[in-house]
Each structure stands twice: as structure tokens, then as C-alpha cells.
């Protein structure tokens, strides 16, 4: 066994008190970035505009269902023009079904106004979005390009022994138009649930243009805004019935859903490599104004 000897102990010991003596308690004071708008708007083909506009939330700050409300941006003055007329759009609020407590607001034509409904979203135009308030000014422009159907859709059990013995996977084939830069996002709902995003939902054809997907894996789209069931992530149901919506989208739009889903997937991974989300809104604003030209398929999975 090692001895220590009188005069190691008290060397020891003094370089333990220098040590633990120079350390220094350091508080480091956080300050949350300016808050920003945020713009999230869509049209497609024989659709009207839907624009919602919030502020940025402070990575910090405690986030709940009153905070959210708060966050909706009354009062700004919307327009929509595609060259050939324009419309303001008018302010919404839509009841969450809480009791009325807590409201979604949202800005679409009015409703007051038949004419307002003339103005609808038209197949390889061009739409600009205007957005006025508290003295500042944000401008985009999307396009709805005219989209190419999937070829067709089909469901299979997952490989090996699932957890859920119902699991379904989408499978779909499709045939890239023989022109380059062509991209894609699409949508999915299972029964008379709304549409939800997939995991990864956009699509360029740098690699595979011009050509046939014959077997081109789909998850199915889920609520990123709840705790996800991870044994049922991306799969759907024996017995559902399943709607894709197959969106061509401009290139703007596809930057800013690449790097957003990046962004959002890679959160609390330490070794993911950073990115900054591609807003195609002008003026210092965050968000996405989205054209999508949309295609939808249905079918039944059978029991």
C-alpha cells in the first residue's frame, strides 16, 4: 500500500485550498432576442388566402395555452394580389373549443362580402402577400405550380413483428416530370382527422428527375403540437380511411420546410450541425406564404 508522507499531505492540501479558493461563482444572464413577427400563409388552386400572424416566443419563456393567445397579432392590414386584383383579408377568430377561453385568430376574405370570394387561388400564378403593421411592412411571394398526381397508392403490414399488430405503411409510385426542380410536400389524414404534415414531408427531384418511385415510402402525418406514441409513428390502421394530399410547391416554400424540419428534428441532439430556417418573407419577418398546387387520393385500408 502507498504511503503518504507528513510533508505530501500538506502539499496536498494547500494546492486543494488554492485551487477550490480561485474558483469564482460566474451567474450568467440570459436576455431573450427581440420578438418577432411570424407569418404562416397558404392558397391553393379554388382556394381563398388563410394567413396567421404571431410574435416569436422567447426560448425561455414559460409557454402556455394564454401565452399563445397573447402571441396573435391584431389589427394588421393584409393583403393578397396575383397581378390582377387584390383583396384584404379580414380578421378571424375561431373558438379552440375550450370553453371559449382561449381563441385562434386568422385572417381569410370576407365572409360579409360575396365578391371577396371571387378571389381564389388559380393554377401556375403568382401571389404576393403584403402585411402592414405597427409601422413595418412584410412582403412574399409564392406560386402555385400546377402539380403531377402519384401514379398510385398502396398499404402494407411493417416488416418483421410489429408492436401493433393492425400497422399499415403507405407506399405510393410516381413519375417525376422530365423538367428539373420540381418539389413536393405532402399532407396526410386518417378517418375525418384534419391534415397533418409528415415527419420529413418535402421532396426535390435533384437525383431522381425525370424518373419513376416505383415504391416510395410515406409516414403518415401526425400533430406535432402533442406527445407522439412512438409505436405509431408514421404507420397507419387496418380499416382507416386515408387521404393523401400530394402538394408541387415553389422553391421558396421547399427551403424553408427543408430547413424547419431539419431544425426541429435535430433539437437536443448535440452533434447535429446548426442551421438557420429560410423564411421567403422579406422585411425582418419569420415564416412561410406557401402556394401549393394539390393533388388528393383516398382510399380504404381493408381490415
Known amino acids: 500500500m502507498m504511503k503518504i508522507s507528513l510533508f505530501q499531505f500538506l502539499i496536498l492540501s494547500a494546492l486543494c485550498i488554492i485551487f477550490f479558493s480561485c474558483e469564482k461563482e460566474v ?16 392558397i391553393e388552386p379554388n382556394g381563398v388566402p388563410f394567413v396567421v400572424i404571431t410574435k416569436s416566443i ?3 419563456s414559460k409557454v402556455d395555452l394564454s401565452t399563445l393567445e397573447n402571441n396573435f397579432v391584431h389589427g394588421a392590414k393584409v393583403t393578397v394580389s396575383d397581378g390582377f386584383s387584390s383583396v384584404t383579408l379580414k380578421e378571424y377568430s375561431l373558438d379552440t373549443g375550450l ?5 385562434f385568430y386568422l385572417y381569410t376574405v370576407d365572409t360579409s362580402n360575396p365578391t371577396s370570394f371571387n378571389f381564389r387561388g388559380v393554377t401556375e400564378r403568382q401571389y404576393k402577400l403584403t402585411v ?12 402555385i405550380p400546377n402539380v403531377r398526381p402519384i401514379d398510385s397508392m398502396w398499404f402494407r403490414p411493417p416488416s418483421g413483428d410489429p408492436k401493433v399488430k393492425t400497422a399499415m405503411m403507405m407506399f405510393i409510385r410516381f413519375t417525376d416530370p ?21 415527419i420529413n414531408s418535402v421532396y426535390d427531384d435533384e437525383i431522381v428527375n425525370g424518373q419513376t418511385i416505383d415504391s416510395l415510402y410515406l409516414a403518415a402525418g401526425y400533430n406535432r403540437a402533442k406527445d407522439v406514441n412512438i409505436d405509431s409513428l408514421g404507420i ?4 382507416d380511411t386515408v387521404t393523401l394530399r400530394w402538394c408541387a410547391i415553389d422553391q421558396g416554400v421547399f427551403n424553408f420546410f427543408r430547413t424547419f424540419e431539419y431544425a426541429t428534428g435535430t433539437v437536443g441532439n448535440p452533434f447535429a450541425s446548426p442551421v438557420n ?24 385500408i381493408p381490415k
Open 27 to 42: 451567474n450568467i444572464n440570459l436576455q431573450s432576442g427581440a420578438s418577432k413577427i411570424v407569418i404562416d400563409g397558404q
Open 58 to 60: 422567447g426560448y425561455f
Open 99 to 103: 370553453g371559449g377561453v382561449n381563441k
Open 132 to 143: 402592414s403593421y405597427d409601422g413595418k411592412v412584410y412582403e412574399s411571394v409564392t406560386k
Open 178 to 198: 422530365d423538367t428539373p426542380g420540381n418539389y413536393i410536400r405532402y399532407f396526410t389524414r386518417r378517418n375525418q382527422d384534419v391534415f397533418y404534415p409528415g
Open 236 to 239: 397507419f390502421f387496418r380499416g
Open 277 to 300: 430556417v429560410q423564411t421567403n418573407i422579406k422585411g425582418g419577418a419569420l415564416g412561410v406564404w406557401a402556394g401549393y398546387g394539390a393533388s388528393y387520393t383516398t382510399a380504404i
